[in-house]
């Protein structure tokens, strides 16, 4: 190895001292056998962003309710480094906690906008209510930050006091991740984010989505069947099959050098034009 | 006991055993204060809605010795109002009242009494739907877990979706309160205007809900807050009116409309009071 690549290699203390954002060892939930998910392992680290690929019916959503604190594992351990409670396992812990973590540190961007918003009550009011629920009790604070959102998701911000329900399927899911971003969380969960949306309204939500995770540096575990979107967003991906994880690796080297069978009919099966 | 009594029913009409099981749910409510105590609640002879909840508490704390006042919006003289004290006269054969200095139970719909309560008093509030959070969230599990964790963020989207869309906060009664700190508690469909009278009040007050079975209290002297955003803090209604009977510039005013011609005037709705004040008017003691 010559000089200067050895100094393109990173400082191997430096790089251990990085501790991970959510450890994840031998999560199990099966609701029949083969059905669910098992024997999953991985790290995720600040500022990653993971790609959980797979057919339907792999268990992708599974494990990602498992890893979100909203499914209880049959068994396994998962390790979440908070700001505010230090390392937690997310099953021993308090369930006060795991709802304090759900409305300040995280965000779950579900895959229907309906799941995620008070369909009943306002932009605003949505945008507002995690801010209200970690003791916001300013309401021209809360409004002016409401409208920030809106704006950062390309929503007119004339468009504040109407209903989610008034919002086309693309808007409602940009006020979906407004509203989950507004109280800056660290690890941001995603369940087919672009799924029920055409394509071209799937095009900018994807190039919002990579461009508000990069500036403000989040985590992210997304769920897709879509590879394409999985190209786009994610660093890392795993690629599921019958409940089990088949391949991991970066982005790029699982895409375009599968190795797995599985993998590599998956790839095969994008349609090329 | 009077001549009036009725006759074949227990005392108070409840049997003991149910009342006993009542008593049991206001002990527990008044240890936990604006915490929602869940109990059996009983057929009453009138329909739900019409103050079952709040007749099931006071046939378990009334006693002989006992006067009974009830108001309905404020007055002693509507079918509510008349209806339940003449049930609670003939069952229990107790003395019955409309001054509210001479009762030791009041049991309201909507309305707290002007005149200061004292600490002799008990105030039974008939209530429709106990809980605060229903608006935002339909499910029980998920109301109990927010009481039980604290959860109350939610509650402010009412009060932001109020001014959002009026300016002001708009809701005028039912408006939700924190009672010692703890718990968020629905004060039943008393206006707003009422709700400071709650805060550290020398009454004991019980809530029953007959339709939804629970059963909640305020005890003596605990302090009850109502909701606010600090930028828009909590405001009671005012008029420019005056009673047009008894010249009060200060207590709840209905507004009543008098001919076709859309003509009104302003009374005062505790019907007592302005009665109390009109005599004091004509003999100044």
């Known amino acids: 190895m010559s000089n200067a690549a050895a100094q393109l290699q990173p400082n191997e203390g430096e790089w251990q001292d990085i501790e991970p954002l959510l450890s994840v060892r031998d999560i199990n939930k099966f609701y029949a056998p083969g059905k669910g998910c098992g024997n999953i392992n991985f790290d995720l680290y600040p500022g990653e962003v993971l790609g959980i690929v797979g057919e339907s019916g792999s268990g992708k959503s599974t494990l990602l309710s498992c890893l979100s604190a909203r499914l209880t594992p049959d068994s396994g351990q998962v390790i979440y480094n908070s700001e505010q409670f230090g390392a937690m396992d997310l099953y021993a812990c308090e369930e006060s906690q795991r709802r304090v973590l759900m409305r300040s540190e995280w965000g779950i961007v579900h895959q229907h906008a309906r799941d995620g918003l008070r369909m009943n009550v306002s932009a605003g009011a949505n945008i507002g209510e995690r801010l209200m629920a970690v003791g916001e009790r300013h309401y021209g604070e809360i409004r002016e930050k409401a409208a920030e959102w809106l704006q950062a998701v390309e929503i007119d911000t004339g468009r504040i006091d109407d209903r989610p329900s008034q919002f086309s399927g693309g808007m409602q899911q940009r006020l979906q991740i407004a509203r989950n971003l507004v109280t800056h969380p660290n690890l941001i969960f995603m369940d087919e984010p672009t799924g029920g949306l055409d394509v071209s309204v799937q095009a900018k939500l994807l190039d919002l989505l990579r461009n508000l995770v990069s500036r403000l540096g989040l985590s992210v575990i997304i769920v897709t069947h879509d590879l394409a979107v999985a190209r786009l967003l994610a660093h890392r991906l795993m690629v599921m099959r019958r409940g089990e994880v088949v391949e991991t690796g970066l982005t790029d080297q699982v895409l375009d050098d599968p190795q797995h069978p599985y993998t590599q009919l998956l790839v095969s099966s994008i349609l090329q034009n | ?285």
């Open chain 2, 1 to 285: 006991m009077n001549a009036a009594t009725a006759t074949g029913y227990n005392f108070a009409y409840l049997d003991e055993q149910s009342k006993r099981m009542i008593r049991r749910a206001i002990l527990k409510g008044v240890a936990i204060p604006g915490y929602q105590v869940p109990f059996g609640g009983r057929e009453m002879p009138l329909p739900h809605g019409w103050g079952t909840g709040g007749m099931q508490v006071t046939a378990s704390v009334i006693g002989e010795a006992d006067r009974l006042k009830v108001i309905d919006q404020g007055a002693d003289d509507t079918t509510n109002a008349v209806s339940i004290r003449r049930f609670f006269a003939s069952t229990a054969g107790v003395e019955t009242t409309e001054q509210t200095a001479d009762a030791t139970l009041i049991q309201t719909r909507h309305r707290i009494p002007e005149r200061a309560l004292q600490e002799n008093q008990i105030l039974i509030y008939q209530v429709p739907i106990p809980e605060p959070l229903r608006f935002i969230e339909p499910r029980e599990s998920e109301t109990r877990k927010m009481h039980a964790l604290s959860e109350y963020g939610a509650m402010q989207v009412k009060l932001y979706e109020d001014v959002a869309r009026f300016g002001h906060i708009a809701t005028s009664y039912d408006y939700p309160v924190m009672v010692n700190g703890r718990y968020m508690m629905d004060p039943s469909p008393i206006p707003k205007f009422d709700n400071p009278k709650m805060d550290m009040m020398p009454a004991l007050q019980l809530f029953g809900a007959g339709f939804e079975k629970r059963i909640y209290a305020v005890p003596p002297y605990t302090k009850v807050e109502s909701l606010d955003f600090d930028d828009y803090p909590f405001e009671v209604q005012s008029w420019e009116e005056n009673c047009s009977i008894c010249g009060s510039n200060h207590s709840f005013l209905d507004e009543v409309i008098i001919d076709d011609a859309g003509s009104k005037m302003f009374v005062c709705s505790d019907t007592d009071y302005c009665r109390e004040r009109v005599a004091q008017q004509e003999n100044p003691a």
